[in-house]
Every structure is written in structure tokens, then in C-alpha cells.
């Protein structure tokens, strides 16, 4: 079984143990649940901001700990006064030491979009992550059929989310693309074995129809890569790893942007 089939295996039973504490009423009667989300494309393509979205992420399973000593609210607004165009905030907790107190403390401190980074199977995660308050929902389309993700896109809209398809190679695209979507975003990172190539968003830069904003994520750790990804179409750049392993992910940010 591959890292991805392990992690959705979990995610399931977590899914299933969270319904069973928690009512879709109380999530929906949480004090964010009403707010409006933040619109990703306008931040995105805002003059002023760097279509960088800045992760929060203590740990992956690729590359073990990272960061286990930065808070969740200093590195994100510290993120934000560098120029981050979003927030990701990693809900994960077997597999990236995330918490869902983080997202909720992120959307506290900050006024820009916050995507909520998890691996989303169920309804049920999309009323949570609005009561949370996230902007922006994840569909990874190598764990989701298109019937899945055709469902949990128009759930995700009917709440005013936006959603952001997670692809890693054309026939993923192509199965997956349906107009319920705001942004295709191209993983460098191959979830199966790990290897990461910023190639990979070359190669399905054409494939992505022009009415999807286009983000190239994860393997970014150089502004000449961002400066090149631009050139290809693209809106938006992921980044976790390359800020979050330093002592202080801002201040990396912020040296980062000052070379964009
Ligand atoms: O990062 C991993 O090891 C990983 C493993 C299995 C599933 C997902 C994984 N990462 C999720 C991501 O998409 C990245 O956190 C994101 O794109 C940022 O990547 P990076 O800048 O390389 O940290």
C-alpha cells in the first residue's frame, strides 16, 4: 500500500469517528460558518501581493519533521506582511502534525484567503472546513473519482468556498476538470514515491483551460522557479517546505520575495 492509500484509509475512519462526535448542526452554527470567504482570484492576481501561497506545515511524510517549534500565528502573519497572496494551513494530524486549531487560529490572525490543506473524501469535511474558517477547499484528484469531486466541487460552492483541483499529470486533468472549479493546481510532487519535478507544471501548463487561474505547487525553493512559472501562465506558487524548515519562515519569505 502506497502513502496516499494509507493516508485515505486513515482519513476515512477519522472522518467516520468525527461524525460521530460532532453534528453538522454545531458545525454549522460555528461563529465563522456565515462569514464570506475571501475571493482566491482576487488576491491571487491583486498588483500588490506575490501569488505566493505560504504553508504552514510542521511535518510531511517525505521529508519527516520539519518545523515543530514555529507557532501557527506568528508564521502566518508573518507570511501575510511578506506578501503571501494565501495562506495553506495543514489540518493533517497523523501525517503532518497539523491540527484544525491551527486553521482556526490562522483565519483569527489573518485577512487574506487561508486554504484548508487536508485530504478532502467527504461532505462532511467541506462544512468543517467553512466552520473553520477556510476559503479555499482541496480536491486531490488521484484519491477522488470525477463523480466525487463533480459532488464535493458543487458542495464546496454552494458554501461559498473556493476550490482548488490538485493534479499530477494530464489524464488526471482531464478526467477531473469540470466548471465547479476556481484553480488547477499542479503538484511537482509525485505523492506516490516522492520525487519532485517543477517540470511537471510545464507540461500541463497548456493543458489547463484559460478560465482556471493555474498554481504550481510544492519543490518550489528559488524566485528564478517563480519568475520562469510566471513566463509558462502560471497565478500562483505553494511553498512550504523551503520557509518552514528555517527557524523563522517569515523572515525566509520575506528574504525570498525581496529577489522576486
Ligand atoms: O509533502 C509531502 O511529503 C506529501 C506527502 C503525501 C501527500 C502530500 C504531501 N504534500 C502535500 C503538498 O502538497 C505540499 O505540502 C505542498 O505542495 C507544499 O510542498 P513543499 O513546498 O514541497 O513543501
Not at 37 to 65: C, D, H, Q, V, W
Request: hydrophobic share 45%; no cysteine.
Amino acid at each position: 500500500m502506497n502513502i496516499l492509500d494509507k493516508i485515505v484509509l486513515n482519513k476515512k475512519a477519522e472522518v467516520a469517528e468525527a461524525k460521530k462526535n460532532t453534528s453538522i448542526k454545531e458545525l454549522e452554527s460555528s461563529a465563522l460558518f456565515g462569514r464570506d470567504s475571501y475571493s482566491f482570484k482576487e488576491f491571487l492576481t491583486a498588483p500588490n501581493r506575490t501569488g505566493i501561497i505560504a504553508e504552514f506545515k510542521r511535518r510531511s511524510p517525505s521529508k519527516g519533521i520539519i518545523n515543530d517549534q514555529a507557532g501557527v500565528e506568528a508564521v502566518t502573519t508573518a507570511y501575510a506582511a511578506a506578501g503571501a497572496s494565501a495562506l495553506s494551513v495543514l489540518t493533517d494530524k497523523d501525517f503532518f502534525m497539523g491540527t484544525q486549531a491551527d486553521l482556526h487560529k490562522a483565519r483569527q490572525a489573518n485577512q487574506i484567503p487561508i486554504l484548508r490543506k487536508d485530504f478532502m473524501i467527504d461532505e462532511f469535511q467541506i462544512i468543517e472546513a467553512k466552520s473553520l474558517g477556510a476559503d479555499i477547499i482541496l480536491l486531490i484528484a488521484a484519491i477522488l473519482t470525477p463523480k466525487e469531486i463533480d459532488a464535493l466541487a458543487k458542495q464546496a460552492k454552494s458554501l461559498g468556498l473556493n476550490v482548488l483541483l490538485e493534479v499530477h499529470n494530464l489524464e488526471e486533468l482531464e478526467r477531473s476538470i469540470n466548471p465547479n472549479l476556481d484553480a488547477i493546481g499542479v503538484n511537482n510532487r509525485n505523492l506516490a514515491d516522492f520525487t519532485v519535478s517543477v517540470e511537471t507544471s510545464y507540461q500541463l501548463a497548456e493543458h489547463i483551460p484559460a478560465e482556471f487561474m493555474k498554481i504550481s505547487e510544492s519543490a518550489i525553493s528559488n524566485p528564478e522557479t517563480i519568475k520562469g512559472l510566471k513566463q509558462a501562465g502560471f497565478n500562483g506558487f505553494l511553498i512550504g517546505e523551503n520557509f518552514m524548515k528555517q527557524a523563522d519562515p517569515g523572515a525566509a519569505m520575506a528574504e525570498f520575495v525581496k529577489a522576486l
